[in-house]
Each structure stands twice: as C-alpha cells, then as structure tokens.
C-alpha cells in the first residue's frame, strides 16, 4: 500500500488561509470516510486535529477544518497564526484493516 | 485519557531483532475500547503504521513490514509490544506507541500517542 501524497511545504503569512492536499486512491480516500489529519511540533508526537474528513475533537481550533474530493483530502486553516507552524500529517484506512499515512507537510507561517 | 510510555533499546546492531513496550496507564488494556498500535517515523520524514493488536488477539501488520513484526499484549502488566526483526538502517526512527479508536471495527483515528523513542540500527 503506497504513502498517501502531500506537499513537501507550504507556507502563508500571518491571517492567511492555506490549504494542504493529501492524495491517495480508490482504495483509501477515494472509498472510505476515515480520513484524519495529525499536527506534529519539533521533537513532539502527532496530535490529532480532524477526524472523519471533517470532525473537529473537542478543544481544537475552528479555524482547521477539512474536506474530501475524490481521491483527495484537504486541510484548511484559516485565519494563520505563528503557532500553527509545524508538520501535518494526512492518513486513510485503506480496507482490509490497514492504515496509510501522507508524507508529511511542513507549515512555514511567514 | 489514556497515557502511554515507550520503553526499549536505543541501539540495535543489523540483522538483529527490535524489542520495544508500551506501558498503558488510564485504561484498561483489556477494555476493549482501543486497537494497541505502533507507529514510526524516520529522521525528518512522514509517519509510518506498523501494526495494531487488539484484545481478541487479533493482528494487523503494515504489509511492507509483514514476515519481520509481531505485536501482542500483556494484560498483566498493562503492556503492549513490538518485534521487529532483522533490521537494517533503514528502520532506524523514531518509534510511537498509540491508541485507535474504532467505529465499527473500523481504524478510525489515532487518539492518544507515546512520547516516542529513537532506535537506532547501528553496529
């Protein structure tokens, strides 16, 4: 099962909205609903910020928010800020119990 | 809310065998509420799903890792671990202990997340 596509970087200044693609196939994001989206600091583990394509978890922000096109997922955030700075992670349940990640995303707020 | 604590070696020499633990304090490991999972991630790369077990003692294994890894629990303890066999320097990472919720059976998302530890595969 191949990793799902991200950017390698993206970057916006500060109030900005910036949107990360997250590409996968009919066999992942193109069949299934599980989509979830993981913010990851520096020398931190990955926190989850969307589920289901489009779920927020309690507690974090309005300003992220998700969707779903065919094969790909996107994450959005709205209204930049310095604090959002850092890696986000795509990833799919794929059938047969299995789980695929993107390759990461690098957030550069300018 | 569940806290995890990876546990293991730093160092691993080629070809032999990776042995972490993940030490499960909040809920019961027994409970039935989460898939028990491992996750790696590589210096500067994206994450990778090794594998989940679950109470049942059912497996699922990331396909390009299949034949080297094993997972199971020790309810006892309130432990989960992992074997990964015959590493090379490319499993050198950064390993993650985490929870799967379920829906339906269904992977739904990562929730709760070890700290992580980094392995090294280096003679």
């Known amino acids: 099962q191949s990793a799902l596509t991200q950017p390698a970087s993206v970057s916006g200044s500060p109030g900005q909205s910036i949107t990360i693609s997250c590409t996968g196939t009919?066999?992942?994001?193109?069949?299934?609903?599980?989509v979830s989206w993981y913010q990851q600091y520096p020398g931190k583990a990955p926190t989850i910020i969307i589920y289901?394509?489009?779920k927020r978890p309690s507690g974090v922000s309005t300003r992220f928010s998700g969707s779903k096109s065919g094969n790909t997922a996107s994450l959005t955030i709205s209204g930049l800020q310095a604090e959002d700075e850092a890696d986000y992670h795509c990833?799919?349940?794929?059938?047969?119990?299995?789980?695929?990640f993107g390759g990461g995303t690098r957030l550069t707020v300018l | 809310q569940v806290q995890l604590q990876e546990s293991g070696p730093g160092l691993v020499k080629p070809s032999q065998t990776l042995s972490l633990t993940c030490s499960v304090s909040?809920?019961?490991?027994?409970?039935?509420?989460?898939?028990w999972s491992w996750v790696r991630q590589p210096a500067g790369k994206g994450l990778e799903w090794i594998g989940r077990?679950?109470?049942?003692?059912?497996?699922n294994y990331n396909p390009s890792l299949r034949g080297r890894v094993s997972m199971s629990l020790n309810t006892s303890k309130s432990q989960f671990s992992l074997k990964l066999t015959s590493v090379t320097a490319a499993d050198t990472a950064i390993y993650y202990c985490?929870?799967?919720?379920?829906?339906?059976?269904?992977?739904?998302?990562?929730?709760?997340w070890g700290q992580g530890t980094l392995v090294t595969v280096s003679s």
């Open positions: 985490a929870t799967i919720t379920m829906l339906g059976g269904v992977p739904y998302y990562f929730d709760n």
């Open positions: 909040g809920d019961s490991i027994s409970s039935g509420n989460y898939y």
């Open positions: 077990t679950y109470i049942s003692g059912s497996t």
């Open positions: 009919r066999d992942d994001i193109g069949t299934y609903n599980f």
């Open positions: 289901e394509v489009d």
């Open positions: 990833c799919s349940y794929g059938g047969g119990s299995a789980l695929v």
